[in-house]
Nanobody, 116 residues
Framework: QVQLVESGGGLVQAGGSLRVSCVVS????????MAWYRQAPGKERESVAT???????NYADFVKGRFNISMDNAENTVYLQMNSLKPEDTAVYYC??????????WGKGTLVTVSP
């Protein structure tokens, strides 16, 4: 079992920055990769950024150059640094983990609101 707890969401003005965090606990050694997803009102959940345990990263085109995903293995925490935020980045941001046995876990999400 893996538990994921997000934090750090909030209200920020367009052009501003915010960092959301995901604390990981449980069977950490079973995790193959992690990611941040988001879901805006009335829209489907979409992938934002992924990171493997080898620190390889991948980003959705709409956040490339603005967002950065990182992992602090000592703190068992995955971060998403979001810069140059836009109103269209408003969404609930979810932490995701996939294990070597292809078990998928989700956090409960943290709301990010970007005002114009």
């Amino acid at each position: 079992q893996v538990q994921l707890v997000e934090s750090g969401g909030g209200l920020v003005q367009a052009g501003g920055s915010l960092r959301v965090s995901c604390v990981v606990s449980g069977s950490i050694g079973s995790i193959k990769d992690m990611a941040w997803y988001r879901q805006a009102p009335g829209k489907e959940r979409e992938s934002v950024a992924t990171i493997t345990r080898g620190t390889s990263t991948n980003y959705a085109d709409f956040v490339k150059g603005r967002f950065n995903i990182s992992m602090d293995n000592a703190e068992n925490t995955v971060y998403l640094q979001m810069n140059s935020l836009k109103p269209e980045d408003t969404a609930v941001y979810y932490c995701y983990a996939n294990t070597w046995r292809d078990m998928i876990y989700w956090g409960k999400g943290t709301l990010v609101t970007v005002s114009p």
